[in-house]
């Protein structure tokens, strides 16, 4: 079966450019200009049904912005989301990321690899069911999906970047190991050699968002000459302790 691809960009010649490459590519694709016409066309019905395998997703539109789209999608979709926009911000970057979205690609761009870049989340997004084991983990308030990629304190959505939640999610996914920062940094960084040091800049991000008492932590615990350690009830294990 085709790909459906979701675009969503007010700029006609752009959206029309990037429908194309993805056409040429076996894709079919629905473009929107606003974020209201794609969710109407999102909850439309019958004929007129879309459901899509990834969205490309615009931050500047007219009426509800690129942020607002995804706070309302992300509900109950569960599609990858690749922001495309021209601003390149880490603030801007954090913000997508934290509000649902899988990449962000700043403009311009080479249509070829946005194309390369839809392909490689669409062979993710195929390969993660069959690759997970566990669909959610709840600790304490909260809950990880895994699946929708998104951490809730009860109904209430918690911001987190894509590099702090796969931090939190390979912990999560490893409750009561102690796994020591370079297990981390290669699992999540994907790369053998770097500054594992980023790992204790992420855990203690973490533990801000998370802890009602970061300096005391109670569900990302440092095991002292071992590494951290992801406990679901604190009240089961021992140990512990800050940076």
Not at 166 to 180: E, H, K
Request: charged share 25%; proline share 5%; net charge negative.
């Amino acid at each position: 079966m085709k790909a459906k691809v979701l675009i969503i960009e007010d700029v006609a010649e752009l959206s029309e450019l990037v429908a194309l490459y993805l056409s040429k590519e076996g894709m079919e694709t629905r473009r929107a200009e606003s974020a209201e016409a794609a969710l109407a066309a999102l909850r439309a019905g019958g004929a007129d049904a879309f459901s899509p395998d990834i969205i490309i997703l615009d931050i500047n539109l007219p009426g509800m912005d690129g942020f607002e789209f995804l706070g309302e999608y992300r509900r109950t979709g569960k599609a990858p989301v690749l922001i495309v926009s021209a601003r390149d911000a880490d603030e801007d970057i954090i913000a997508g990321l934290g509000h649902g979205a899988d990449e962000f690609v700043t403009k311009p761009f080479s249509p070829r690899v946005l194309v390369a870049r839809v392909r490689a989340m669409l062979r993710r997004a195929q390969e993660a069911p069959s690759a997970r084991d566990a669909r959610s983990v709840r600790f304490g308030p909260y809950s990880l999906d895994l699946d929708a990629c998104v951490l809730r304190r009860g109904d209430d959505r918690v911001a987190l970047s894509a590099k702090e939640y796969a931090v939190l999610a390979f912990l999560a996914s490893n409750p009561g190991r102690p796994l020591d920062p370079e297990t981390i940094y290669s699992s999540v960084w994907k790369n053998a050699y770097g500054d594992v040091t980023a790992v204790a800049v992420y855990i203690q991000r973490l533990r801000r968002k998370l802890e009602a008492d970061p300096s005391s932590p109670r569900h990302i615990e440092t095991v002292y000459g071992m590494g951290y350690r992801f406990t679901l009830d604190p009240g089961l294990e021992q140990g512990g302790g800050g940076l």
